[in-house]
Each structure stands twice: as C-alpha cells, then as structure tokens.
C-alpha cells in the first residue's frame, strides 16, 4: 500500500470509528428510555474528547452495532481504554448503571479485549418487534455429547445463578420436554386458542414440533432464517446473550424505523464444565458493572406456556414457518367452501375461493401455465375468450348452492376478476409469512401477460363430500380443457 493510500485508509478508518462512537454513545443514553442532564453532559463531553462533527453524529443513525464494534476493534488500545472509560461514566450518569447499559458495556469490554473471535457480536433486523429480555441461550448447528451432558448435570444451577440477575437460561431440549410433559389435551386448547383455524392434520404437526424441537433445528431452521446471518448455520458450541435493541431512523422519507436485535455469542471451549464457566464470568462481571442490583428468586414450579418475547417468536415459527416448502399444501374443501394452507384456514368469500380456484387450474391443468390477462397490451383471440370463459363459469359453480347459467362473457368479467386477485393477495399476505408467499401467491409472469401460481401441483388437493382428489386429476378439468 503507498504512502497516499495509507493515509486516506487511516482517515477513511478514524471517520468510521468516530461514526461509530457516537452509535455506542447513543445506545448507552437511550439504553434506559430516559434522557437525564447527566448524560447529555457526559455525551458532549465524548463528543469533544473525540472531535466527533455533527455530519458523523448524524451518520451514526443508520449504522448497526454490529458494525460499529468492527470499526473499534481497529483502534489503538490506549484509545479503546479511554472510550470505554468514558462510556463506562456515561452509563452510570443520572440514574446509574442500569441492565441494557450494563450488557453493552460487557459486550464492548469482550469484544475489544478479544484476539481469539471467542465473542461476536450480530445485529439483525426484527421487522419492528422489540424485545429487551434478558436471555442466555445455548446454541450449537451439529449436536455436541458433552456440552449437552454438561448442562443438563448442571442446569439447575446454571439456571439459577442467570435468575438470581434476571435472565432466563434457554436450553431447548429443557422448553420441549416441557411440552412433552403438559397434559396433550391442555397443550391442544392452548394451540386452538392461539389459531382457531389450525386444521387438525397441523395440530398435530405442530405438537410434534413442539415437543421434539432440538438446539440444532432452532439454531440452523429459526435463528439462520430469522437473523438471515450465516454465523448460525454452521456455529461451534456457544451461548448467545440478547443485548438490548437499537432503533435506527429512515433514512428517506418513504422508509420505516428499523428496529434492530443486538445478540453477543461466546464460543466455549472443550474444558470441563465450559458452560458454567462462561455462565459465572459473565454473572461476576454484570455485577460489577449494574449500580442498580436486580435480584430475583429463581421461578420453581410446574412449567407453563410462555407466550412472550423471544418464547413469543419462536413459537410463532414454528406455528406457521416450514424450511424450504416441504409441508407446503393447499386443501380445497367445496362443499364447505373452506380453503387450508399450511393447515391454517384461510378465510376467503366464495367469490375469492372460485376466483383462486381458476387461476390454479389455468396454472396447472392448461398448456398455459396460468391466466392469460385480457386488456389492452394482451389482446385475446375469440375462441380464448371463450375457453376462459367456460372455465370460470365452471369453476364459480363449485361454491354455489345451485348452478347458475353463463350470462356474462370472459370480458365482462375481467375488471371483477382483477379486483378479486388483488383481494386475494391481501388476504394471503396478511396470514403467511413473507418467506412463504411465493408458494402460494398469485404472481404476474416476467411478461406481465399472465397470473400463476408455483406451488407443487401434487400439494394441492380437492376434498369433497366423501372423497379427495388430487388437483390436477379432479374430473371437472376435463370437460374445460
């Protein structure tokens, strides 16, 4: 690197690292909800001290914490020990030294005085559900016989020196003999309660997930999916801490507030009791740091269900998430009028239920492979207009009580047709998760020229009265072709 270069990368890198102090110092005010004097006194005294411009502290707003703890690690450490002093009395301005204020501080502390990547610090955006509870988890992508021997020797006690602080110690396999322990039928009303429209096949489903969830699939399958960082998909054994959210501004005028989860992981080692180790250095050093102490009697008792915070998250993944679409599946119930998606009803007039029907079977049981569109840049042929017609005809028959005769044609139709699509994308959005959309969204083609559907055709199914029928074999098509 030449000498120019040099020096426009150090100033390129003292502009980040300041961005990035005024991101830490803005966490650790906000960390309480209350703004006092005390910590604005103590913010313009960091800000002068680093010679932080107003154009820097207004960068910081859109920088993760993730980021600004990268930018730091570069510093010379004399300076590293003075910024930490100075937030470390930022922090105990005012009200003291309080939870949150307490967790970045450790996490900065680790970080910076880490050379072996023991700790990692992850930001990831939550879609605007924040959550400031505080919980230790333990986390591993391939099952580890030691470390889970380890912990469930010792769980109690390890659960009982994070309660003593206030932190709840999440082991998975404790959370899912839990369930197998609740009475089923309990565990059941419980689930009906929280979806009256689970369909029994999905509660049953879900029963099973819930009591045979393991470390590794809410590692890889919820934390991977969720966080979208790849950390998770292949992590050594480690204990993962929440630190508390950040909210960062839109940074234009059509954008929302983001809101972001900040989770530090320590990697533990193949030493005898690691897991208690890490659990007791990490309960010494948050007692030094806390001024306010939070001391709670540990939770004894028979297990509940939790539905709150992370429990809340976790268990609305595994209500509605499935990886990769493998239980993806629709099932049509004519003579109620009633569809099922991923087990969950999906509340359509009949109208909607006839209008998605037909897209379905212009997508899988046509040459077509969806819904030719009728207007002014697809002109449709006489005898297309009439095949379409046909069809929807056809099709709107199923959920009527009594067969109605064809009054209208196709193109009369369309301008009701469109509204009817764009209703029944509302309705899906707002009862699948983003992730899964495509499975069962009515989507434009890369021409514009057709609606379609990409669902496996052999994953949706016609029930009637007596018998079930796999989609594209329904009897129907055939007279419509």
Same mark, same amino acid.
């Given at each position: 690197m030449s000498p120019t270069n040099k020096q426009d990368y150090h100033f390129s890198m003292r502009h980040k690292q300041?961005?990035?102090? %005024?991101?830490l110092i803005s966490d650790i005010i906000k960390a309480d909800e209350v703004i006092c004097r005390e910590e604005i006194a103590a913010y313009n005294k960091i800000i002068r001290t680093f010679d932080i411009s107003s154009e820097e502290l207004y960068e910081?707003?859109?920088?993760?914490? =993730? =980021?600004? @703890?990268?930018?730091?690690?570069?510093?010379? %450490? *004399? =300076?590293?020990?003075?910024l930490y002093k100075n937030l470390a009395m930022a922090a105990s301005a005012g009200y003291g030294c309080v939870a949150q204020e307490a967790l970045l501080l450790f996490t900065l502390s680790a970080c910076l005085n880490d050379t072996t990547d023991k700790y990692m610090l992850l930001t990831?955006?939550?879609?605007?559900?924040?959550? *400031?509870d505080k919980y230790v988890i333990y986390l591993e992508s391939d099952y580890?016989?030691?470390?889970?021997?380890?912990?469930?020797?010792h769980y109690d006690t390890i659960a009982n020196l994070l309660q003593l602080w206030n932190f709840d110690f999440i082991y998975i396999p404790k959370l899912s003999q839990t369930f197998r322990e609740m009475d089923k039928s309990y565990l059941f009303d419980i689930l009906r309660y929280m979806?009256?429209?689970l369909s029994e096949d999905m509660l049953n489903s879900l029963y099973e997930r819930l009591t045979h969830f393991?470390?590794? @699939?809410y590692t890889r399958d919820y934390l991977a999916t969720t966080s979208q960082k790849e950390h998770f998909y292949n992590i050594e054994p480690s204990l993962l801490i929440n630190i508390g959210t950040s909210l960062l501004p839109p940074s234009t005028p059509t954008q929302r507030e983001r809101c972001c989860v900040n989770m530090l992981t320590i990697r533990l080692n193949n030493e005898p009791n690691s897991v208690l180790h890490e659990v007791r250095h990490l309960v010494d050093c948050y007692e030094n740091l806390i001024t306010e102490p939070e001391f709670h009697r540990p939770k004894r008792g028979k297990g509940l269900f939790r539905y709150h915070g992370l429990y809340k998250q976790w268990f609305d993944f595994l209500a509605r998430h499935h990886t990769k679409g493998e239980d993806n599946q629709i099932l049509i119930d004519i003579p109620t009028r009633r569809i099922w998606m991923r087990g969950i009803e999906i509340q359509m007039t009949a109208t909607h239920l006839a209008t998605y029907v037909f897209i379905l079977h212009q997508t899988f049981c046509t040459h077509h492979c969806g819904l030719l569109k009728a207007g002014q840049h697809h002109p449709l042929l006489e005898k297309e207009v009439? &095949?379409?017609g046909k069809a929807y005809h056809a099709v709107c028959?199923?959920?009527? *009580? !009594?067969? !109605?005769?064809?009054? &209208? %044609?196709?193109l009369e139709n369309v301008p009701n047709i469109r509204g009817y699509i764009a209703r029944i994308r509302t309705i899906i959005e707002n009862q699948i998760d983003t992730e899964d959309l495509n499975y069962y969204y009515p989507k434009d083609s890369a021409d514009k020229s057709m609606y379609h559907i990409t669902l496996d055709p052999t994953k949706i199914i016609l029930q009637e009265a007596d018998k079930q029928y796999l989609f594209v074999d329904y009897p129907l098509w055939k007279t419509i072709q």
């Open positions: 300041r961005i990035a102090i %005024s991101r910081a707003q859109q920088l993760t914490l =993730e =980021e600004a @703890i990268k930018y730091l690690k570069h510093m010379p %450490s *004399d =300076e590293q020990q003075r990831a955006e939550t879609k605007g559900y924040r959550t *400031d580890m016989p030691l470390i889970n021997e380890e912990i469930q020797e979806n009256p429209r393991t470390t590794e @699939i009439q &095949r379409l028959n199923l959920f009527r *009580d !009594a067969h !109605a005769p064809c009054e &209208r %044609s196709y």
